[in-house]
């Protein structure tokens, strides 16, 4: 508990825990003040965000934290900026021409201008978090989180009294990213000063070269994950209803909580630690071990009450339209407890440059998890009930996956241990 991976931890944990808070004390009153067909359009544009934002930078911006010295990460980081313009102008371009080839599309070009908007912010986020991360400025990655919790749930209250819908929580979303992105853009303008003598476009091809496993295999990794979570937006939103999506997509935010809080700021910290060990030769399955069995720990007890009482608790919290959503948290309870406890190992496969392996698993557990659902709508037409079958069936699935994603990491991590014992 004195160590220098738990001083980090509770910086983060501090800031996500308050940025957090903010967030889940409002979401009684939001529930009562938006209806979950609007809080559906709101989860199903943060899907396509996530998804495009995750491609921009072809995943350059996870290697920041590696290089030995800040002046190649910042040539890595600068050159992320100019990857995000030429990737997001090919997307943007494919957006306006289907526009033009499908005139019944009902995504205006001001929704299409929201949605990349959205993206260049969460761009600027997403590099200057990992940037923090290689210099252990975690403050600056808290406050971040704190500054966007405050601004967009702040404005989704009172867009909710101005009428504005689903499209006021998207707005207040934006706005969000852009307020907390201010920090990042100042900080990258002081980086470009200091290395404002730094040109090599050589120098930037090798470092590119040197890294190429984040577009090559991390990149398809996330591809996957993300297309996975926008193709279950689209089949429930489409398939089923928008009333079904926005009771799926709460519960699964309501029950992500400890996942955002902990898990999510561990695996911050966990990459940088694992990073050092790496390039000092130090050990590290005893380390991440301890570390399985304190989330585990962490874990029983509120997952435990959500399997026993989510109905009751979240009509209680959230009023009597969202008995659906506590119905599905009970459904993905023992799933989301086993995501807890092994989302921080996602890192595991970067630091032991495995990634070939990650984006195989990763195509696993999409399909795991899209299959249930898509072959019981065209099977049974779309009930309701059908929906809560296949999502116990997706959950039991992937909870198993998971215990044998557990397992294999472990292994990874021992075999590295015993190679460094034998001096290799």
């Given at each position: 508990?004195?160590?220098?991976?738990?001083k980090?931890?509770?910086?983060?944990?501090?800031?996500?825990?308050?940025?957090?808070?903010?967030?889940?004390?409002?979401a009684?009153?939001?529930?009562?003040?938006?209806?979950?067909?609007?809080?559906?359009?709101?989860?199903?544009?943060?899907?396509?965000?996530?998804?495009?934002?995750?491609?921009?930078?072809?995943?350059?911006?996870?290697?920041?934290?590696?290089?030995?010295?800040?002046?190649?990460?910042?040539?890595?980081?600068?050159?992320?900026?100019?990857?995000?313009?030429?990737?997001?102008?090919?997307?943007?371009?494919?957006?306006?021409?289907?526009?033009?080839?499908?005139?019944?599309?009902?995504?205006?070009?001001?929704?299409?201008?929201?949605?990349?908007?959205?993206v260049?912010?969460?761009v600027?986020i997403?590099?200057?978090?990992?940037?923090?991360?290689?210099?252990s400025?975690?403050?600056?990655?808290?406050?971040?989180?704190?500054?966007?919790s405050?601004?967009?749930?702040?404005?989704?209250?009172?867009?909710?009294?101005?009428?504005?819908?689903?499209?006021?929580?998207?707005?207040?979303?934006?706005?969000?990213?852009?307020?907390?992105?201010?920090?990042?853009?100042?900080?990258?303008?002081?980086?470009?000063?200091?290395?404002?003598?730094?040109s090599?476009?050589?120098?930037?091809?090798?470092?590119?070269?040197?890294?190429?496993?984040?577009?090559?295999?991390?990149?398809?990794?996330?591809?996957?994950?993300?297309?996975?979570?926008?193709?279950?937006?689209?089949?429930?939103?489409?398939?089923?209803?928008?009333?079904?999506?926005?009771?799926?997509?709460?519960?699964?935010?309501?029950?992500?909580?400890?996942?955002?809080?902990?898990?999510?700021?561990?695996?911050?910290?966990?990459?940088?630690?694992?990073?050092?060990?790496?390039?000092?030769?130090?050990?590290?399955?005893?380390?991440?071990?301890?570390?399985?069995?304190?989330?585990i720990?962490l874990?029983?007890?509120?997952?435990g009450?959500?399997?026993?009482?989510?109905?009751?608790?979240?009509?209680?919290?959230?009023?009597?339209?969202?008995?659906?959503?506590?119905?599905?948290?009970?459904?993905?309870?023992?799933?989301?407890?086993?995501?807890?406890?092994?989302?921080?190992?996602?890192?595991v496969?970067?630091?032991?440059?495995?990634?070939r392996?990650?984006?195989?698993?990763?195509?696993?557990?999409?399909?795991?998890?899209?299959?249930?659902?898509?072959?019981?709508?065209?099977?049974?037409?779309?009930?309701?009930?059908?929906?809560?079958?296949?999502?116990?069936?997706?959950?039991?699935?992937?909870?198993?996956?998971?215990?044998l994603?557990?397992?294999?990491?472990?292994?990874?991590?021992?075999?590295?241990?015993?190679?460094?014992?034998?001096?290799?």
């Amino acid at each position: 508990m004195n160590s220098e991976i738990a001083k980090r931890f509770y910086v983060l944990l501090s800031g996500t825990f308050l940025a957090q808070a903010i967030g889940y004390a409002l979401a009684p009153l939001l529930t009562r003040l938006y209806t979950p067909e609007e809080m559906g359009e709101l989860n199903l544009f943060l899907r396509v965000t996530g998804f495009l934002s995750a491609v921009a930078t072809l995943r350059y911006e996870m290697s920041l934290p590696l290089p030995k010295r800040d002046s190649h990460a910042f040539l890595i980081y600068r050159q992320s900026f100019l990857i995000t313009f030429y990737v997001s102008f090919f997307f943007l371009l494919i957006a306006f021409v289907a526009r033009y080839l499908f005139p019944n599309w009902s995504v205006s070009t001001g929704q299409i201008a929201i949605v990349f908007v959205s993206v260049a912010f969460l761009v600027v986020i997403n590099l200057g978090t990992n940037w923090s991360i290689r210099v252990s400025d975690f403050r600056a990655v808290t406050n971040q989180k704190l500054t966007n919790s405050v601004v967009s749930n702040g404005l989704k209250w009172l867009f909710a009294f101005m009428q504005m819908g689903g499209w006021g929580l998207i707005l207040a979303t934006v706005i969000g990213y852009v307020s907390s992105s201010l920090r990042f853009i100042l900080g990258y303008r002081r980086l470009k000063a200091q290395f404002s003598n730094l040109s090599s476009k050589s120098k930037t091809r090798v470092l590119l070269r040197e890294h190429r496993d984040f577009p090559m295999m991390n990149l398809p990794i996330v591809l996957v994950d993300n297309l996975r979570d926008l193709l279950i937006g689209a089949v429930v939103f489409g398939f089923y209803s928008a009333a079904i999506f926005g009771s799926y997509s709460h519960a699964l935010a309501m029950l992500s909580l400890p996942i955002m809080l902990v898990s999510g700021s561990l695996s911050q910290v966990l990459y940088s630690q694992l990073a050092s060990r790496s390039n000092e030769g130090k050990r590290m399955h005893g380390f991440v071990l301890k570390l399985i069995g304190v989330l585990i720990a962490l874990s029983i007890l509120p997952f435990g009450a959500l399997r026993l009482y989510g109905q009751e608790i979240f009509v209680w919290v959230f009023g009597s339209q969202w008995y659906d959503a506590g119905r599905y948290a009970e459904l993905m309870t023992f799933w989301l407890m086993l995501n807890f406890i092994f989302s921080p190992l996602a890192v595991v496969p970067l630091v032991l440059k495995k990634q070939r392996y990650a984006l195989f698993f990763s195509i696993c557990s999409a399909a795991i998890q899209v299959g249930p659902f898509v072959l019981s709508y065209f099977a049974n037409q779309s009930a309701a009930s059908d929906f809560e079958w296949s999502l116990t069936l997706s959950s039991n699935m992937l909870a198993g996956w998971f215990v044998l994603l557990l397992i294999v990491y472990l292994r990874w991590l021992s075999k590295h241990d015993e190679k460094l014992a034998h001096g290799f």
